[in-house]
């Protein structure tokens, strides 16, 4: 995987935001707006440079790297001693909300404009240097339209995940995870089996961790596998040709020996090429007798007037034309159906012939409320966190 503090910001990556402490993840398009801490703004200018750059949030919502501007050390600061002679009565900034909305319009940034509230401040001198500072970081987060552009990685997606919807990941924090993934010795090569129900995000960091050399099996409940946080890693090709997915309700007859998977197609290539020529006969009957009953009377033919046959056969040539645009898609649609079904079948077939072999090296667990879904050892260490009980289990 492309990373290192090289890596540059391109199109179709999926990147993460952040403000301060507060992260969000998007994927970076051309003309897309994106809203994130009450502004909006386009990541076309951001693309192109390293991520980790800082950008401010420019008029128009365009994105422009920040310069890094030396603090201007004052000769004295002035400070008072205490804060209990300030009276909060909402009339020591002369500047109005009306004058704040006109420097933005008129495209001031928004240091100038924190350091124009200073300025205009009867109280600011009269407070504590540390209430001086709170104002000052209070004005910054409000007024300075500020974003980073990280790239996405266990540490911050978890952070993330845990900050904004803790319940997605069964409030899995991060340095639970972190254990997981260092005594489950996990690393590149290995054999692992991951079962989850954190919306992807224990089945990406190992994925991270094993960096796409290694096979992994994900086991899953109900009718497929949730990876919603595994897409924000933006992963390349690669690292899931090596990822595998079965289901948890096949498990007792892969153990009994009964497992079987639906009669795969023996090449959907075939398949396909069956179902034209078969078409391609029928079409051939339908035209031949609508020939038939179309053809016309000698006496009908001769009172048809040339423009009006014309204009017939132009209609009916655009009529041919869209049914064979149709009937070319729907049978593009069904033979991409029959691959993608072929392609899990087989996958399923692979990940079954995986297990047989009983030999992973480890098998990570995250799972929310209820009892423990697989009983197989598999795996010569196992890790599982239980969200009841907020513990880790190695053995």
């Known amino acids: 995987m492309e990373g290192g503090p090289s890596a540059r910001i391109r199109e179709g990556d999926c990147a993460v935001l952040k403000r301060d402490e507060v992260f969000k ?46 603090e201007t ?14 009276v909060d009565d909402g009339k020591s900034q002369k500047l109005t909300h009306d004058d704040i909305k006109a420097l933005k319009d008129k495209g001031i940034k928004g240091q100038e404009i924190v350091q124009q509230l200073i300025e205009n401040s009867t109280t600011f001198r009269d407070k504590t240097e540390f209430a001086q500072d ?20 266990t540490r ?19 340095d639970t995870l972190a254990q997981m993934l260092t005594l489950g010795n996990i690393h590149a090569g290995n054999k692992m089996i991951v079962m989850e129900t954190c919306s992807g995000l224990v089945l990406g960091a190992v994925m991270e961790r094993m960096g796409g050399y290694g096979s992994i099996i994900q086991m899953y409940p109900g009718g497929g596998p949730v990876r919603a946080a595994t897409s924000c890693f933006g992963f390349p090709k690669p690292f899931f040709d090596n990822l595998h997915e079965f289901p948890l309700s096949k498990v007792q007859s892969l153990l009994s ?27 051939e009957k339908q035209t031949s007798l609508q020939e038939t009953e179309e053809e016309p009377t000698p006496e009908a033919a001769m009172e048809i007037n040339p423009t009006e046959e014309q204009d017939t056969m132009d209609v009916n040539a655009e009529d041919v034309e869209f049914k064979e645009n149709k009937e070319k898609e729907n049978k593009e649609n069904v033979r991409e159906k029959q691959m993608k079904q072929w392609e899990r079948r087989k996958k399923l077939q692979e990940a079954a012939a995986l297990l047989r072999e009983k030999n992973a090296d480890g098998r990570e667990t995250g799972k929310g409320q209820g009892k ?11 890790g599982t966190y239980w969200q009841s009980k907020e513990k880790l289990f190695i053995r």
């Open 156 to 174: 911050i997606l978890s952070t993330m995940y845990y900050a904004r919807e803790p319940g997605k990941i069964n409030h899995l924090r991060y």
């Open 257 to 283: 020996g009964t497992f079987t998977t639906e009669t795969l197609p023996a090449d959907p290539e075939e398949n396909a090429l069956g179902e034209e020529e078969s078409n391609g006969l029928s079409e």
């Open 134 to 153: 709170k104002y000052i970081k209070k004005k910054k987060k409000k007024y300075e339209a500020v974003i980073t552009i990280v790239k996405p990685s």
């Open 25 to 70: 993840a998007v994927s970076v398009l051309r003309r897309r707006k994106i809203t994130f801490e009450k502004q909006w703004f386009y990541l076309d200018n951001a693309i192109g440079h390293i991520y980790g750059t800082t950008f401010e949030v420019t008029s128009g919502g365009n994105l422009q790297p920040k310069q890094e501007v030396e």
């Open 73 to 86: 050390t004052t000769e004295t600061k002035e400070a008072g001693t205490d804060n209990r002679n300030i």
């Open 372 to 382: 423990s879904w697989l009983t197989l050892e598999v795996g010569r260490k196992t």
